[in-house]
Each structure stands twice: as structure tokens, then as C-alpha cells.
Nanobody, 114 residues
Framework: QVQLVESGGGLVQVGGSLRLSCAAS????????MGWYRQAPGKQRELVAT???????NYADSVKGRFTISRDNAKKSVYLQMNSLQREDTAVYYC????????WGQGTQVTVSS
């Protein structure tokens, strides 16, 4: 089993920044692909960004240029720097770990207010 612990969510004003962190433990391996998804009220969970251990990143079009994903393979951790936040970024953000199967964190709320 793999456990994922997220932190860094909160309330921020439009145009502000937040940084999310996620640490994997248990049977986690540094070779896993890690990333972030989000789910807004009444909507399906959607990709935000993923990052392989080799540094290949994939971003949703809606966050390109504003969000940056990074990772620390030694710490089995992934981060999401979110800048220029907009109201439509409001959602629960979930850390994702994939190595043969998906694992999910418990989610952290990000609320962007005007």
C-alpha cells in the first residue's frame, strides 16, 4: 500500500498564490508518476498536472503558464506551485500516485475568492 499526505490548501484571493505538497510513504517508489487532479463542486475530477520521475510534465491547458509541478524523488514528494489563481481554480485538489495502479490522497481544499 501507498499512503499520500497532502498539505498547503487554503483560502486565497484572486491573483494570489498557493503551494501544494504531497508526500508518499508506505511501499512508494521514486519511479512512480505523481501528479495532481482536482474536482470542483458538481464536476468530474480532472487532470491538473503530472510529472514522471524523468521530468516529463503534462499540464491541463487551463493551468499552463500559471501552475508549475515539481518533485523531489528522494523524498517521494510532489509539489504544485499555483500562481495567478482564478475563481475557477476553486476545487478539492488530490494528489495522485501511479505505479501499476492509482493511489489518491485525501484531498485538500483550495478556495479562490474575489
Amino acid at each position: 500500500q501507498v499512503q499520500l499526505v497532502e498539505s498547503g490548501g487554503g483560502l486565497v484571493q484572486v491573483g494570489g498564490s498557493l503551494r501544494l505538497s504531497c508526500a508518499a510513504s508506505g511501499n512508494a517508489v521514486s519511479a512512480a508518476r505523481m501528479g495532481w487532479y482536482r474536482q470542483a463542486p458538481g464536476k468530474q475530477r480532472e487532470l491538473v498536472a503530472t510529472l514522471t520521475t524523468f521530468g516529463s510534465a503534462n499540464y491541463a491547458d487551463s493551468v499552463k503558464g500559471r501552475f508549475t509541478i515539481s518533485r523531489d524523488n528522494a523524498k517521494k514528494s510532489v509539489y504544485l506551485q499555483m500562481n495567478s489563481l482564478q475563481r475557477e481554480d476553486t476545487a478539492v485538489y488530490y494528489c495522485n500516485y501511479w505505479f501499476g495502479r492509482d493511489y489518491w490522497g485525501q484531498g485538500t481544499q483550495v478556495t479562490v475568492s474575489s
